[in-house]
């Protein structure tokens, strides 16, 4: 049985890092074509991918963000982390780790979190 | 912006198809797999549709997808209320990665 489960702070203050730990069972980073994402969701509004790290170390960023994001992963642990630098109040969302196997036909989130949501406020 | 184009909503009585589209471009679902969430009021999304038309293991077959081009869509027949959702179409891109469509929320009147 897989399972995922996002921890980290619920308020961070504009320009402070985030830093949300997912942990995870039921499979394990080292497997090939096994990976993890972290995808955000603002209130109200759409699903955003922010970062992908594989199983061979591989990671992958949202454009838009990379500059202020990092993924590892501790496959000792079942554990893998995002940071995310100089949070603003517009990063304000719901922030869901999920797992994904890769195979021919892409990336797709099978198995989710919960979800933790995350204000950004001073 | 979301790079894939949704609906913002779509609604029918229960027992009719609701039908919903998502337009993206060559790079994203012109050139790979399109998949379709399902995202409860409060809920994590959860993954409904895969490779274009797979259901996942369990999601019933009132539910079904295709792809053309550039474009996909999501019908739901025989709409339950349980179906009452936001739904959210998905593709790899080959520049931006996984990117996903604004969302539609399903309404059954």
């Known amino acids: 049985q897989v399972t995922l489960k996002e921890s980290g702070p619920t308020l961070v203050k504009p320009t402070q890092t985030l830093t949300l730990t997912c942990t995870f069972s039921?499979?394990?980073?080292?497997?090939?074509?096994?990976?993890v994402g972290w995808i955000r969701q603002p209130p109200g509004k759409a699903l955003e991918c922010l970062a992908l790290i594989y199983w061979n170390d591989d990671e992958r960023y949202s454009p838009s963000l990379k500059s202020r994001l990092a993924i590892t992963k501790d496959t000792s642990k079942n554990q893998v982390v995002l940071t995310m630098t100089n949070m603003d109040p517009l990063d304000t969302a719901t922030y869901y780790c999920?797992?994904?196997?890769?195979?021919?036909?892409?990336?797709?989130?099978?198995?989710w979190g919960q979800g933790n949501l995350i204000t950004v406020s001073s | 912006q979301p790079v894939l184009t949704q609906p913002p909503s779509a609604s029918a009585t229960p027992g009719q198809r609701v039908t919903i589209s998502c337009s993206g471009s060559?790079?994203?679902?012109?050139?790979?797999?399109v998949n379709w969430y399902q995202q409860l009021p409060g809920t994590a999304p959860k993954l409904l549709i895969y490779s274009n038309s797979l259901r996942l293991s369990g999601v019933p077959d009132r539910f079904s997808a295709s792809k053309s081009g550039t474009s996909a869509s999501l019908a739901i027949s025989g709409l339950q209320s349980e179906d009452e959702a936001d739904y959210y179409c998905s593709a790899w891109d080959d520049s931006l990665g996984v990117v996903f469509g604004g969302g539609t929320k399903v309404t059954v009147l």
């Open positions: 999920a797992h994904f196997g890769l195979t021919a036909a892409g990336v797709n989130f099978d198995y």
């Open positions: 039921g499979f394990s980073l080292t497997s090939t074509g096994v990976g």
């Open positions: 060559s790079s994203n679902i012109g050139s790979n797999t």
